[in-house]
């Protein structure tokens, strides 16, 4: 039943949307086909070619949008007091930035994920209320930053779009084993006694704030590439060890989507960091930088830019297991779990949202009147691997589905069939079958394993992804070719 639900299950993570979204992105502008560029005539082609700073698969990157973005990253990095790199290690990193973009853009295209605004104002919605103001005080302070309401809507709007895709693209490929489960929370025992009686507060859990430089290393590259990568890394290192700014280097020289940022990641509960980060900081404090950190994506450098909540080696070794250790020792923790069926339609470039909705609502229809069961018509029609069962998803825990889907199986009672649902996977018919409460004290305990599993590897694994996205791209960087032929001059 597990891998029934591969299609459309996500487990929640921390937010991605932040109060203060920092880079400035730009309406896309109509984009120029490469071909059309190539087949035009010499002359224009060659006043064309002057104007272009990188063509990604089939679409154009101008000098002149390049100009306008380097123009907004330099007012928003002196607007932080991020000291400026040279404006040649602007304009490449800026570069870098648009053409990852790009990417994104397309893969958004080729998945047909279209953020609407109903979503964004929900988003925005959501963000003002972690944050205890209203809609109204959130813009003030938004536009008190310097940042437009409009270009803040255009980040949520990129964030959602981002966040779809990596739960299309790359959640569905991490799998939690139940053998890992158990492997680490004998793990977290095992520290847990050893530690003896020294205690996290558990009220207030250990979290630390990084900031990164990643100096990426294409998939498949050779050794020797490697060797000078890892040189042009342990270089910024050393830079950062007699004392550059850290936020400078990493605009300078940051591969990582937060260079802009100052490579600033925010900060998170420790266990939400990757295994890696987490042993690399280990007896840092704030203000240190790791040694050169090794991963499937490249070089990373490490700043503890601050760390709160006690002492992060002894709360790695057994905040989470406590947490949930805390609640076999308090006994039943009832949780009520949903019996549900669904009818996934994705989706494509032969469906739009709109003729996804209008079938959803035909079946609907169908269901109420009484002419056909629901389990038959998700068999026929369900583009989800659950269709074989009549789209039985089983008992669903809280929690346990993306947010959409959610609250629309939970505003539903038992034998009601929702209205079309929209969510990151597609659109859904949703029927609640029953409800049932259950004791989760154990199981809460290996939710939170896995939960915790799944964080550590979610974010490298998309990084991963990213990397294998633009590896495979046809990506021609004029800038880079032109720095090379000055150098050879």
């Known amino acids: 039943m597990r891998n029934a639900r591969q299609a459309y299950i996500g487990q929640r993570r921390l937010p991605r949307l932040v109060m203060v979204l920092a880079t400035f992105a730009l309406a896309p502008q109509a984009p120029l086909m490469a071909a059309e560029v190539l087949q035009a005539q010499p002359a224009a082609t060659e006043r064309l070619s002057d104007g272009i700073a990188a063509i990604v698969d089939k679409d154009v990157i101008t000098l002149r949008e390049l100009s306008r973005r380097v123009a907004e990253v330099h007012a928003d990095l002196a607007r932080r007091g991020i000291q400026l790199p040279p404006d040649a290690d602007l304009e490449q990193q800026v570069l870098q930035r648009m053409i990852t973009e790009r990417l994104e853009q397309h893969e958004a295209e080729r998945l047909h994920i279209a953020v609407n605004d109903a979503q964004v104002d929900q988003a925005i919605a959501v963000i003002a209320q972690r944050n205890g103001m209203s809609q109204q005080e959130l813009q003030h302070k938004i536009e008190e930053s310097g940042l437009t309401w409009a270009a803040y809507r255009t980040e949520i709007t990129d964030s959602i779009r981002l966040d779809a895709i990596r739960q299309r693209a790359v959640d569905p ?64 290192l050393a830079r950062a060890r007699a004392g550059e700014d850290f936020a400078s280097l990493a605009a300078a020289a940051s591969d990582g989507p937060e260079a802009f940022q100052g490579g600033d990641m925010g900060e998170r509960p420790l266990q939400a960091w990757p295994d890696l980060f987490i042993s690399a900081i280990r007896g840092l404090q704030p203000g240190q930088v790791t040694e050169l950190v ?60 709109e003729q996804a909705r209008t079938r959803l609502e035909q079946l609907r229809q169908r269901i109420l009147e009484g002419k ?29 589905t993306v947010p959409p889907f959610e609250q629309a199986m939970d505003a539903l009672d038992a034998g009601q069939v929702s209205q079309p649902v929209q969510s990151p996977f597609g659109w859904h018919l949703i029927k609640v079958e029953e409800r049932r409460t259950q004791d989760m004290a154990e199981e809460y305990q290996r939710m939170q394993a896995r939960q915790i599993l799944f964080e550590r590897r979610a974010g490298p694994a998309f990084e991963e992804w990213l990397g294998q996205l633009r590896d495979q791209a046809y990506i021609e960087n004029r800038l880079e070719k032109r720095a090379r032929l000055e150098q050879e001059l």
Do not use: C, Y
């Open 173 to 236: 490929t991490i799998t939690i084993s139940n053998a890992e489960i158990d492997a680490f929370l004998a793990e977290q025992e095992s520290r847990a006694n050893a530690v003896g009686t020294a205690r996290p507060n558990l009220a207030a859990p250990v979290s630390v704030h990084l900031a990164q430089i990643l100096v990426r290393v294409p998939e498949g590259a050779a050794s020797s590439d490697v060797a000078a990568l890892r040189q042009r890394a342990e270089g910024v």
């Open 294 to 353: 090794q991963s499937g994506n490249g070089f990373h450098i490490i700043k503890v830019v601050a760390s709160a909540g006690g002492n992060p080696d002894e709360a790695q070794q057994q905040l989470q297991f406590e947490r949930s250790q805390q609640a076999l020792a308090e006994g039943p923790m009832p949780v009520t779990q949903t019996h549900a069926r669904h009818i996934l339609i994705k989706t494509s470039a032969v469906m739009s949202d």
């Open 372 to 400: 056909e069961k629901f389990e038959d018509l998700a068999r026929q029609h369900s583009n989800d691997t659950s269709a074989p069962q009549g789209g039985d998803l089983g008992w669903l825990t809280p929690g346990e």
